[in-house]
């Protein structure tokens, strides 16, 4: 019973400090209800600018998921689990049938199902099943037998355009679209076919086409991105540029400024975003540091999407020419302009993408172009246990390394460690970025990685990590190194 009682001590103890802080701002918290989400509105922000609500919420999410596997029947506990696919392809539905739009157009009172399935002539009998899946997760209300409304968790998937346009216009359907629907349609479509195979991999890592998940479930030898490139995959690549801005919406939208001292970068410093997707980050920073020359660099496909991303979002950075892009495959030597000319190689959620041989490739070329002064800045998360908070963990500073260069890295603004009896990573709360290992793992056979990880792959490639830290509310760790 001790444990039951000190599981609920802290989710009573974090809905008093929920309670005290909105209070004390003089505002509600956000409605489950609420047929909207609004991110920019001020209890929502409180939510990602109050270090002490995030830090409640994670809590109260940590110990509700430890509290339930604690109470249920463990068979229950396994067949969900087991089941949870089931979400996944209705969450594809839901994009796909563009639900959550349709919806935003009926409000509170919502639509029946009927008039829902009439859109994309779907099977409304289907249709209802799948809502009503979702809304026993909280994604969708079920406002009455069969008449399904947005709440605030479906609201966040809204595309931003017209039910009409996604209709009648599909190949439109990701041109400046929010990331959040993107990524969420790429995880339930992609993720899942390929996760599907991760068992058969491991089984038999050696049969046709590949040893990798994604080239099981797609029939294809090539690598994913590879395979992106094909005619008739345009709209998932669109699909997955769009989705990576996803990645970022979970945290406060000046993580990117945070982790990093870009300020102290002298005027006219060369950045170069490696593997830079669409240009997201690299916007941001140069938004707020326009001093700095922000090269994106990645495959040449991407480079088309990313030079109208960065003239639609930051016009003027491409007209002075402080926005500058590179279409080069970084598992190539590194064009020889950058040779010596670069002050920060950063590359935001590559390290995680793939295998350890793969990066040291990587690595040893950006290694191979940098100057004494170069600095390797790797945006990932840095794994932690899920084992029991115990005095071990404690004493270790939590960032256990059995690495003995590591051992007084400075390591800034590391989260504090969740109370006993929550698990060291949070258990449910800390869940999503060990779904994110795994879907790296299934997509190109890449991972997440401990501190100790990142220090193999960066050493085998002449490169000593020099400092790590940790934006405090997101899992988000900045790993600088330095060259050998
Ligand atoms: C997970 S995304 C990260 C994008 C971006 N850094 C971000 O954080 O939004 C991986 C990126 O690596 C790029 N990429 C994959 N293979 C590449 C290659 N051989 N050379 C350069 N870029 C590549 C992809 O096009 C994609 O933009």
Same mark, same amino acid.
């Given at each position: 019973?001790?444990?039951?009682?000190?599981?609920?001590?802290?989710?009573?103890?974090?809905?008093?400090?929920?309670?005290?802080?909105?209070?004390?701002?003089?505002?509600?918290?956000?409605?489950?209800?609420?047929?909207?989400?609004?991110?920019?509105?001020? /209890?929502?922000?409180?939510?990602?600018?109050?270090?002490?609500? $995030?830090?409640? =919420? &994670?809590?109260?999410? *940590? !110990?509700? #998921?430890?509290?339930?596997?604690?109470?249920?029947?463990?068979?229950?506990?396994?067949?969900?689990?087991?089941?949870?696919?089931?979400?996944?392809?209705?969450?594809?539905?839901?994009?796909?049938?563009?639900?959550?739009?349709?919806?935003?157009?009926?409000?509170?009172?919502?639509?029946?199902?009927?008039?829902?399935?009439?859109?994309?002539?779907?099977?409304?009998?289907?249709?209802?099943?799948?809502?009503?899946?979702?809304?026993?997760?909280?994604?969708?209300?079920?406002?009455?037998?069969?008449?399904?409304?947005?709440?605030?968790?479906?609201?966040?998937?809204?595309?931003?355009?017209?039910?009409?346009?996604?209709?009648?216009?599909?190949?439109?359907?990701?041109?400046?679209?929010?990331?959040?629907?993107?990524?969420?349609?790429?995880? /339930?479509?992609?993720?899942?076919?390929?996760?599907?195979?991760? $068992?058969?991999? =491991? &089984?038999?890592?050696? *049969? !046709?086409? #590949?040893?990798?998940?994604?080239?099981?479930?797609?029939?294809?030898?090539?690598?994913?991105?590879?395979?992106?490139?094909?005619?008739?995959?345009?709209?998932?690549?669109?699909?997955?540029?769009?989705?990576?801005?996803?990645?970022?919406?979970?945290?406060?939208?000046?993580?990117?400024?945070?982790?990093?001292?870009?300020?102290?970068?002298?005027?006219?410093?060369?950045?170069?975003?490696?593997?830079?997707?669409?240009?997201?980050?690299?916007?941001?920073?140069?938004?707020?540091?326009?001093?700095?020359?922000?090269?994106?660099?990645?495959?040449?496909?991407?480079?088309?999407?990313?030079?109208?991303?960065?003239?639609?979002?930051?016009?003027?950075?491409?007209?002075?020419?402080?926005?500058?892009?590179?279409?080069?495959?970084?598992?190539?030597?590194?064009?020889?302009?950058?040779?010596?000319?670069?002050?920060?190689?950063?590359?935001?959620?590559?390290?995680?993408?793939?295998?350890?041989?793969?990066?040291?490739?990587?690595?040893?070329?950006?290694?191979?172009?940098?100057?004494?002064?170069?600095?390797?800045?790797?945006?990932?998360?840095?794994?932690?246990?899920?084992?029991?908070?115990?005095?071990?963990?404690?004493?270790?500073?939590?960032?256990?390394?059995?690495?003995?260069?590591?051992?007084?890295?400075?390591?800034?603004?590391?989260?504090?460690?969740?109370?006993?009896?929550?698990?060291?990573?949070?258990?449910?709360?800390?869940?999503?970025?060990?779904?994110?290992?795994?879907?790296?793992?299934?997509?190109?056979?890449?991972?997440?990685?401990?501190?100790?990880?990142?220090?193999?792959?960066?050493?085998?490639?002449?490169?000593?990590?020099?400092?790590?830290?940790?934006?405090?509310?997101?899992?988000?760790?900045?790993?600088?190194?330095?060259?050998?």
């Amino acid at each position: 019973m001790e444990t039951l009682r000190a599981l609920s001590n802290i989710i009573a103890a974090e809905v008093s400090t929920l309670e005290e802080r909105y209070c004390a701002a003089s505002l509600s918290p956000p409605c489950l209800e609420s047929a909207t989400f609004e991110p920019q509105l001020p /209890a929502e922000v409180l939510r990602l600018s109050d270090p002490a609500v $995030a830090r409640a =919420i &994670h809590l109260i999410v *940590a !110990a509700t #998921g430890q509290l339930a596997a604690a109470v249920r029947d463990p068979v229950v506990t396994l067949l969900n689990a087991a089941h949870a696919f089931e979400i996944s392809s209705s969450m594809r539905v839901a994009g796909e049938l563009n639900v959550v739009e349709i919806l935003r157009d009926a409000g509170e009172q919502g639509l029946h199902v009927n008039d829902i399935a009439q859109f994309s002539g779907s099977d409304p009998k289907v249709l209802a099943r799948v809502l009503r899946l979702l809304a026993s997760h909280h994604i969708f209300r079920e406002v009455s037998l069969d008449v399904f409304a947005n709440n605030r968790v479906s609201a966040a998937l809204d595309k931003g355009k017209s039910v009409q346009d996604l209709f009648g216009k599909p190949k439109e359907r990701w041109n400046d679209c929010p990331g959040l629907p993107a990524l969420v349609e790429f995880l /339930a479509d992609d993720c899942f076919k390929t996760s599907a195979y991760l $068992a058969d991999t =491991i &089984h038999d890592p050696h *049969a !046709a086409p #590949g040893p990798i998940p994604h080239m099981r479930a797609f029939n294809t030898p090539l690598n994913m991105f590879q395979w992106f490139e094909a005619p008739e995959q345009e709209q998932r690549l669109r699909r997955f540029g769009v989705a990576m801005r996803g990645t970022g919406e979970e945290e406060p939208v000046d993580t990117i400024l945070k982790g990093f001292d870009w300020g102290a970068l002298p005027s006219g410093s060369t950045v170069v975003d490696v593997g830079g997707g669409i240009g997201t980050f690299g916007i941001r920073i140069a938004k707020a540091h326009p001093q700095l020359k922000i090269v994106t660099q990645d495959r040449a496909s991407v480079i088309e999407h990313a030079t109208a991303n960065w003239k639609t979002f930051l016009p003027s950075a491409v007209k002075s020419g402080s926005a500058l892009f590179q279409a080069h495959s970084f598992l190539e030597p590194q064009p020889a302009e950058n040779d010596g000319a670069v002050s920060v190689f950063m590359m935001r959620q590559i390290v995680h993408d793939w295998p350890d041989d793969v990066i040291v490739t990587m690595l040893t070329h950006l290694r191979a172009v940098a100057a004494p002064t170069t600095k390797l800045l790797i945006v990932d998360a840095i794994v932690e246990p899920a084992c029991a908070v115990s005095s071990s963990i404690v004493s270790n500073n939590f960032n256990y390394t059995k690495v003995p260069e590591l051992k007084d890295l400075p390591i800034k603004g590391h989260a504090e460690l969740p109370p006993y009896p929550l698990l060291a990573n949070a258990g449910v709360a800390g869940a999503p970025l060990h779904y994110y290992d795994m879907t790296v793992n299934n997509l190109l056979g890449g991972g997440e990685r401990t501190l100790d990880g990142f220090h193999e792959v960066c050493a085998k490639s002449g490169w000593k990590i020099t400092s790590a830290t940790h934006v405090e509310q997101t899992v988000r760790a900045f790993i600088v190194a330095e060259p050998i």
